[in-house]
């Protein structure tokens, strides 16, 4: 099946998912804790996560899949052949929980071990946001582009790793360097819309110390189409088979260089 219609059927799936988000009640009390600090999944995270296995089987049956909630959640080797749906059924659980907005729908298609198709839906602002390898970013339908500014005008947002504690300190640290760098900071809670954020041009660098691969797949596309450096936080290609750091720079900061960790507080971050 072509991209386009690959395309065309990942995101009928992802306004579907968005329209279960919006019908949700109760959230408070279908809400249990994962392992670790912050880590919350609702009865709505697993019911979406179901309705997107079944409906992207549709759209390529051939596909394995990868999803947050699907308690494997680890990379088999097998992955890194053929079609691989990852996906992240309510991306900003925490803020879907808490009634902030947004939280997102996160679909990525592998192909061969890499990114060949990204899709990110807000269902609140019924903004879509797609991407397929080398044919540019969109978002409903307009082709977006990166932000030219340099770092000293633009925002840097970054993401908390709320799960992992021992990476705070040095997640505030750069937040506090950063401040000095740019026009501000701001954090949204959601990895997917922070990269989208990036690809339509409204920020200069997004950070996280571990993310989940299918917290950024699809967004790390989408930005990357847009004109943005996405990479870790060493400035080392990303990998799609682990938790990694993420680092994503607008062309604007990417082309003035001297952003990352080791450049603004002197540490190499590895992961
Ligand atoms: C979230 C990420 C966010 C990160 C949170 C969490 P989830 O994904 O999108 O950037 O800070 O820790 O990982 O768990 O809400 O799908």
């Not at 409204?202 to 189409?225: P, R």
Request: some cysteine.
């Amino acid at each position: 099946m072509d991209a386009e219609k690959l395309t065309a059927g990942i995101e009928a799936a992802a306004r579907r998912a968005g329209a279960i988000m919006l019908s949700a009640s109760d959230i408070e009390r279908k809400t249990s804790e994962k392992e670790g600090h912050g880590n919350f999944v609702t009865e709505y995270d697993k019911k979406i996560q179901a309705f997107l296995f079944d409906a992207l089987r549709e759209v390529l049956p051939e596909a394995n899949f990868l999803g947050e909630e699907d308690g494997a959640g680890n990379f088999r080797e097998e992955y890194r052949k053929g079609y691989l749906f990852v996906i992240d059924p309510i991306d900003g659980t925490a803020n879907f929980l808490s009634g902030f907005r947004p939280s997102v729908t996160s679909i990525a298609l592998l192909k061969d071990g890499e990114p060949y198709i990204g899709v990110v839906y807000d269902p609140y602002d019924d903004l879509m946001f797609t991407a397929q390898r080398g044919k540019g970013a969109f978002r409903n339908g307009e082709r977006i582009h990166s932000l030219e500014r340099d770092l000293a005008h633009s925002l840097v947002d970054f993401g908390t790793a709320p799960y992992y504690p021992e990476l705070q300190d040095l997640t505030f640290a750069l937040a506090r360097r950063y401040m000095n760098l740019a026009m501000d900071i701001r954090h949204a809670g959601t990895a997917a819309w922070d990269l989208c954020l990036m690809a339509q041009g409204s920020i200069g660098i997004f950070y996280e110390l571990k993310l989940e691969v299918w917290d950024f797949a699809a967004g790390a596309l989408i930005a990357e189409e847009a004109g943005c450096r996405v990479t870790d936080a060493a400035g080392l290609p990303l990998t799609y088979d682990r938790k990694t750091s993420v680092m994503a720079a607008s062309a604007g900061v990417a082309r003035e260089g001297c952003y990352l960790p080791a450049d603004v507080l002197g540490i190499n971050v590895k992961n």
